[in-house]
């Protein structure tokens, strides 16, 4: 369980970024129901929730999800079960149970990075952007590709609305477990992104055209899932997961091409 | 520092720690079938409605509590009688160590779902483990619960 010296309900995010630069163990509280399964010890906890961040909108081009939603909410958000044949929406449908994802916050998944999480695989297949509050939009593929964890805040994810079709699959050893891996793919204008998380790493992605698949699907397949590094952890071996990897990617495929 | 709650209806002061989690505050208060169970997450026992979703208050910290309303077992109880009478009549009542959490889910289910199916049930309620009867029981009779006025 963590401690909390202080805790800081921000009233703005200025005010919250102010603070987390300000020492080292200053952090930002999402849902805190990863969070409590550690042990930091926290100087000030900074919490955003009452900064109206929990939200999911559209504009003419670009899906919004702010940071403090739930992974709730984006479960049953009709906008996210229209959009991308629903893969946001299915992506968190398996998290553990109903309460949790009452909780867990998109923004605190996203900034953390976690290798474990579906939700960021299924927006790495998409064109999805995250804005920090000092950053500016970049990419969720340069932001995951960066090592460090920045001292930032993320105000906001954005997909883009560019009609591409999707599908996600995810593997666990039991319902309800944190997933052995994930994969998700979207298809657009002859390009098919294949989206791959809880290698147990960070999602990667890598992107193929539709005619070459169309020509040699398996070896396709192959070429892709070597170019991605597969490791072990309690959940599963490295090699078990690269064996996973192709049956995931190949249904993901499947299912596009039967839509 | 001291926090204003509202849980079932009644306000309540009560005085918490930093970071400190619902679930320890209202147990504070004297809702004891607020249960703590796993502490990870998983469970469910310590489920309660935060503006009538359930929400685990293991994991939800008592400050974000604050001007939401708070449901535990005591502020449900005409539904609760309701349940209890078709779960025994279904012979599957529990040790009771986990019905709080289960209850006020199946509660919150019945106003969001219409005629949930039997696999929308089992997913509404896959964040509540029972560790000693099993479901199957409980299965039948959630789904007579939920046609009962």
Known sequence: ?259 | MEIKLKINGINKEVTIKEGEYLQSALKKLGFLNVRKGCETGSCGLCTVLLDGKPTLSCSTLAVRGIGKDITTLEGESVEVAKFAEVLTGEGADQCGYCSPGFTLTVIAMKRELESPTIDEIKHYLTGNLCRCTGYMGQLRAVKKYMEVK
């Open chain 1, 1 to 259: 369980m963590f401690t909390i010296k202080q805790h800081l309900m921000a009233q703005s995010i200025e005010e919250g970024y102010e603070t987390l630069v300000k020492n080292r163990n200053n952090v930002i509280l999402g849902g805190t129901g990863f969070l409590k399964l550690g042990n930091k010890n926290i100087n000030i906890g900074i919490d955003l929730s009452d900064l109206d961040l929990d939200y999911i909108r559209e504009d003419e081009n670009n899906i919004e999800i702010g940071p403090m939603t739930t992974f709730r909410s984006v479960e049953t958000n009709k906008l996210l079960r229209e959009n991308f044949d629903g893969i946001i929406a299915k992506s968190v449908e398996e998290i553990v149970g109903i309460q949790l994802r009452s909780v867990i916050t998109a923004g605190a998944t996203v900034a953390s990075k976690y290798g474990f999480s579906d939700f960021i695989t299924a927006l790495l297949s998409l064109n999805t952007q995250v804005e920090l509050y000092k950053g500016g939009i970049i990419s969720l593929d340069e932001y995951l590709a960066e090592e460090k964890i920045p001292r930032d805040i993320l105000v906001r994810i954005i997909i883009k609305k560019d009609g591409k079709r999707a599908a996600f699959k995810t593997m666990r050893n039991s319902k309800s477990d944190y997933a052995v891996l994930n994969c998700a793919v979207s298809d657009l204008d002859g390009e098919y992104r294949v989206a791959v998380g809880a290698r147990p790493g960070r999602a990667v992605v890598k992107t193929i055209s539709n005619e070459e698949v169309n020509n040699k699907i398996d070896e396709k397949i192959e070429a892709v899932v070597n170019e991605m590094k597969f490791g072990k952890n309690m959940r599963a071996s490295g090699e078990y997961r690269e064996m996973i990897a192709k049956v995931l990617i190949r249904r993901c495929l499947e299912e596009l091409e039967s839509k």
